[in-house]
């Protein structure tokens, strides 16, 4: 079972960018696809970013498409979320997650997950 660490959330006013970064340790990296959620107050938790295992292919939700950029460096053990543009909405807890099953929005899909990092936005 591959475990997960998140970092760089942080407190940024509405217009500027924070870089999260996931790494993981255990089982073989590149044997999972990954994804990014997040969740706000008072609010379920819902689909950011996904992106697969070698990274052909990402897919963003619509709420932070053009704004949001999923990446990964296999070599590092890593996988990022680029967060330009920011706003007051993206204030969250966001997760990182691994699925072995390949890319996917569906959270129930996910087989690991880490403690979240807080990106707090304000206006």
């Known amino acids: 079972q591959v475990q997960l660490a998140e970092s760089g959330g942080g407190l940024v006013q509405a217009g500027g960018s924070l870089r999260l970064s996931c790494a993981a340790s255990?089982?073989?990296?590149?044997?999972?696809?990954m994804g990014w959620f997040r969740q706000a107050p008072g609010k379920d938790r819902e689909f950011v970013a996904t992106?697969?295992?070698?990274?052909?292919?990402?897919y963003v939700a619509d709420t932070v498409k053009g704004r949001f950029t999923i990446s990964r460096d296999n070599s590092k053990n890593t996988v990022y979320l680029q967060m330009n543009s920011l706003k007051p909405e993206d204030t969250a807890v966001y997760y990182c997650?691994?699925?072995?099953?390949?890319?996917?929005?569906?959270?129930?899909?996910?087989?690991?997950w880490g403690q979240g990092t807080l990106v707090t936005v304000s206006s």
């Open positions: 997650a691994a699925n072995q099953a390949g890319t996917s929005t569906d959270e129930r899909l996910y087989d690991a």
């Open positions: 255990g089982r073989t990296f590149s044997t999972y696809a």
């Open positions: 992106i697969s295992k070698f990274g052909r292919t990402t």
